[in-house]
């Protein structure tokens, strides 16, 4: 937690009332945003307006992954007319004038640092050129391309490069940009990624100032949870390894939660929960708070002489977030570990519980990995006052 209290500190001294974005009205929130995105996945811009209570309509969204529009069209309204699955065959010119806002991240396999590198060598780092296209050919108002901050570096700069003059001279647009991470706007993950917005007319843009982080992982956890997501002995053994968490690979009990990864959650990287023996396990089978009973538990949890293993803070300090708990433990040194649910991910990229599941597991942790951070999309419609640029009709 001092790292969050350091980060609200540093923060604070640099925001008032005039460059707090959250304190932004919006000047037309009667308007209706014509909204259009490809490479949309489950709609973190449309779920932005929806929190955000914006007018939104539609014109167009696609994504290649049949989950993806599943998820999608369960959750917004849209028809198949609506959507297209394949961006190299979509052609955007019948909604030249008719889009107030695009919006976009193209696969960034290609620009991650953890990628091939191969940018526009490799075939998915073309994909940005779809986006230009499409920008060209519907000319939205404004557009937003998210992507990783590893593009910026590729190549020793020359990748941004080319992509930037696109946006400017090919689709002749006044360009942004600038890398957010979600922990500078109210979302407890340390998530770095570049929004570039451009502008169809010249305009003086300043990106959202950091807001301090008031919350922390702990707050966006279910209460309840199936016995499923509890990890067995092979799991425990890979996410306690120290290799592991010192390598950022797991984290365990964490106040900021690493960047969510589209596979995280299957192959024991990412974030990890530890709940300790209670006191009252020994007493009830089962407890409102915690899904799980002492006789589901493991046999060897208990009888084999390796706390190591189950240690509370396997990381070093111990979580604030484990404080509240202390006066019923058994043992700190006991307890089951758990990966999040695909609930808390979703959560944690800033999706409210009105957004519904309709995958599997699997499916929907790639998703919310996939995905850009709701609240900093929020950040970005505030700052960029989005209804001056919604339609009255």
């Known amino acids: 937690m001092n790292n969050i209290y350091s980060n609200i500190q ?24 014509r909204l259009a995105t490809s490479f949309s996945g489950i709609g973190a811009i449309e779920h932005s307006m929806h929190r955000l209570g914006l007018k939104c309509q539609i014109q167009f969204a696609g ?22 699955t394949d961006v190299h065959d979509f052609d955007a010119k019948p909604y030249k004038g008719k889009v107030d806002l695009f919006v976009g991240g193209a696969p960034c396999q290609a620009f991650s640092l953890r990628g091939k590198h191969g940018g526009f060598e490799d075939t998915r780092g073309t994909l940005f050129r779809e986006f230009a296209r499409i920008v060209i050919e519907c000319k ?3 557009f937003i391309f998210e992507n990783v901050k590893g593009m910026l570096s590729h190549d020793k700069g020359k990748t ?38 451009g502008f169809k007319k010249e305009t003086d843009f300043k990106y959202p100032a950091p807001i301090p982080l008031v919350k ?26 120290s290799i592991n968490y010192q390598k950022s690979y797991t984290q365990i009990n964490g106040d900021i939660l690493l960047c969510q990864k589209r596979n995280q959650q299957f192959n024991w990287h990412g974030d990890f929960v530890f709940h300790p023996k209670m006191k009252d396990d020994t007493k009830t089978p089962q407890t409102d708070e915690y899904l799980f009973a002492l006789k589901d538990y493991e046999e060897s ?6 706390s190591e293993r189950y240690a509370i803070r396997p990381c070093g300090e111990k979580s604030e977030m484990m404080e509240e708990v202390d006066a019923t433990m058994i043992d700190v040194q006991y307890g ?34 996939n995905s850009i951070i709701v609240d900093v999309l929020m950040a970005l419609l505030k700052q960029i006052d989005i209804t001056k640029y919604g339609h009255n009709g």
């Open 63 to 84: 994504d290649i992954d049949a989950n993806c529009k599943k998820t999608y069209f369960a959750n917004y309204p849209i028809s198949e007319a609506q959507w297209h």
């Open 336 to 369: 089951r570990f758990r990966k999040l649910t695909p609930r808390e991910c979703l959560r944690l990229m800033g999706f409210d519980d009105t957004f519904k599941i309709v995958c599997s597991d699997i499916e929907t942790y790639k998703q919310a990995g």
């Open 140 to 142: 939205p108002k404004v």
């Open 301 to 306: 949890y208990f009888k084999d002489n390796h």
């Open 160 to 197: 941004w490069k080319v992509i930037k003059e696109t946006f400017e001279d090919d689709c002749n647009y006044d360009v942004y940009y600038q890398v957010l991470n979600g922990k500078d706007y109210g979302v407890p993950q340390s998530r770095d990624r570049i929004y570039c917005i």
């Open 10 to 33: 540093n923060t604070r001294a640099n925001i008032d009332s005039k460059t707090d974005w959250r304190l932004h009205e919006f000047s037309h929130p009667e308007r209706t945003i």
């Open 216 to 241: 922390t992982v702990y707050d966006y956890l279910q209460k309840k949870f199936e016995k499923r997501y509890l990890l067995r002995q092979k799991g425990v053994n890979f996410i306690t390894r």
